[in-house]
């Protein structure tokens, strides 16, 4: 079970590691959003990882600013983590919090 151990270290280390790198996105519509990363989902071979992503307010164009900036958020990622490989990343919305909000 050493392996789910490590699985979860990884996808904790990668969120952490993007909540600070998106802050750092020049892309207006990331910039003005308030992001957070609520959970990183990274493949065992860690070939993909799919970022959960919570936008508090409007969320205008705040996905196609993820993508666009996704080259340099990878990038970053490389540098932070110093991973033999870097995940191809797909960000995924994740409304859970908006719910939790309007409750």
């Known amino acids: 079970m050493a392996g789910g151990h490590r699985q979860d270290k990884v996808n904790n280390a990668v969120c952490l590691e993007l909540a600070a790198i998106i802050r750092e996105v020049k892309d207006p519509r990331v910039a003005r959003a ?12 860690m070939s993909d ?3 959960f992503y919570s936008v508090l307010g409007s969320d205008e164009g705040v ?7 996704t080259g340099f958020i990878r990038s970053e990622l490389a540098k932070r983590l110093n991973l033999r490989i870097t995940p191809r990343l797909t960000f995924v919305r994740d409304n859970n919090a908006e719910r939790a909000m309007s409750i």
């Open 34 to 45: 308030f992001v957070s990363i609520v959970g990183a989902n990274v493949a065992p071979d």
């Open 49 to 51: 990882a799919k970022i």
């Open 63 to 69: 996905h196609k600013g993820l993508v666009s900036a």
